[in-house]
């Protein structure tokens, strides 16, 4: 599967931003997506993940009730909305897919992804 982030850009703290990310190729629901960023100097981590039919979604600490996943399996899409945005939330932002192989809890480690798309800017100014 082949996958499109987008959505990505500057904004002041407090703002907000929506990535997309558009998938094609393969049967987008038989997987479950990730997003994920990375800051400057620092590893990739995790950012939440959704399960291929929307049931299940799953946040990091440090975006949980800021950042909301959600998926359009009528148009092969997944969202991240971000919404009170901090300076530490400035990275490089990716989507991922999973081909369900393996448990939920998974699903928080970037091993488990066997796709990625480019990744997308986000810039947050204080």
């Known amino acids: 599967v082949q996958l499109q982030a987008c959505g990505g850009g500057s904004v002041q703290a407090g703002g907000s931003l929506r990535l997309s990310c558009a998938a094609s190729?393969?049967?987008?629901?038989?997987?479950?997506m990730g997003w994920f960023r990375q800051a400057p100097g620092k590893e990739r981590e995790f950012v939440g993940s959704i399960t291929w039919n929307g049931g299940s979604t799953y946040y990091a600490d440090s975006v949980k009730g800021r950042f909301t996943i959600s998926r359009d399996n009528a148009k092969n899409t997944v969202y991240l909305q971000m919404n009170s945005l901090k300076p530490e939330d400035t990275a490089v932002y990716y989507c991922?897919?999973?081909?369900?192989?393996?448990?939920?809890?998974?699903?928080?480690?970037?091993?488990?992804?066997?796709?990625w798309g480019q990744g997308t800017q986000v810039t947050v100014s204080s």
């Open positions: 190729g393969r049967t987008f629901i038989n997987y479950h």
């Open positions: 991922a897919a999973d081909l369900r192989s393996g448990s939920l809890s998974s699903l928080k480690s970037d091993l488990t992804y066997e796709y």
